[in-house]
């Protein structure tokens, strides 16, 4: 089912949960449960104890302790995020998810946390690739399902004839273009980056073309997903970003991981 479909669904819930909120009074947040897919290195991921890590838990923590309220963390698979937060599994989705048009049909967002635009990936062979709908016409390109890339896939390549092929997690897709099962991969840029410099498959493979940014199709940044009703959590975490923006340490998370800026 498409990213389309899916949020379709949900809007009804959300609007419902919208509604029972709007007359409530504000809530004194102690505790802000936060979902992050643990499947994205390095913005989250899931460490040899099975704890969750990365730049976003990382600034999820720091924001929390600027707003003195606890954190608690929980994993979620990327599909299941949005339906999870509705239902309240948690209060809070950190999990480099792209503040869209759509999505904002069904869930808020905190501001911007990070910016990222996201690129073709393709094996060193074909480095002569060019990354045009046109030109990869008759190809197999793999992205995440549910993410930005893959409805741009959908929505522009595949109409010229590239065959789109989704992937549950970002790394499964890594790992078929590693094997030479896809001629590219569409992802974000920081995430394609950290897998071809840091991991033991990344070196088959390289960027090629430009960075993609369109707003149409890849949103205004990466922001925290909240439900609708819950204004004051995301003036609360809106708070906290400009906090820890304004004291240094969102700097000093950022070069733990980037040797640039991400924001």
């Known amino acids: 089912m498409s990213i389309a479909n899916v949020l379709a669904r949900l809007v009804f819930a959300a609007a419902a949960l919208a509604a029972l909120a709007s007359g409530a009074a504000a ?10 897919e643990g499947a994205y290195p390095p913005f989250n991921l899931i460490d ?18 600027e707003e003195k309220v606890s954190c608690e963390f929980v994993a979620q698979d990327w599909e299941g ?22 999505r904002r049909k069904v869930i808020a967002f905190t501001d911007k946390y ?14 002569s690739l060019q990354p045009t709908p046109e030109a990869m ?35 499964e897709a890594n790992l078929d273009l590693a094997s030479g099962r ?17 991991s033991a498959d990344g070196g088959c493979c390289q960027v090629v073309g430009p960075d993609f940014s369109d707003p149409k199709y890849f949103g205004d940044g990466i922001g925290a997903g909240l439900r609708k009703g819950d204004a004051d959590l995301k003036a609360l975490l809106d708070n906290g970003l400009k906090a820890v923006r304004a004291s ?16």
């Open 248 to 263: 240094g340490e969102y700097d000093r998370i950022n070069a733990k991981y980037f040797p640039f800026s991400i924001y």
């Open 114 to 127: 990070y910016t990222s635009p996201s690129l073709f990936v393709t094996a060193r062979e074909n480095a």
């Open 27 to 36: 809530k004194e947040w102690k505790t802000i449960r936060i979902g992050s």
């Open 182 to 198: 896809l001629d590219a991969i569409l992802g974000d840029k920081f995430v394609m980056l950290n897998w071809l410099e840091k």
């Open 81 to 102: 995020l949005i339906p999870a937060l509705l239902a309240g599994k948690y209060d809070a989705i950190f999990a480099s998810m792209s503040i869209t048009d759509e």
């Open 137 to 171: 016409s008759g190809k197999t390109i793999g992205a995440q399902t549910g993410t930005v890339s893959a409805r741009y896939l959908q929505e522009v390549y595949a109409p010229a004839g590239a065959e789109v092929k989704l992937y549950v997690t970002q790394d």
């Open 48 to 65: 040899s104890n099975r704890q969750l890590q990365g730049f976003e838990i990382d600034l999820a923590k720091a924001i929390c302790a």
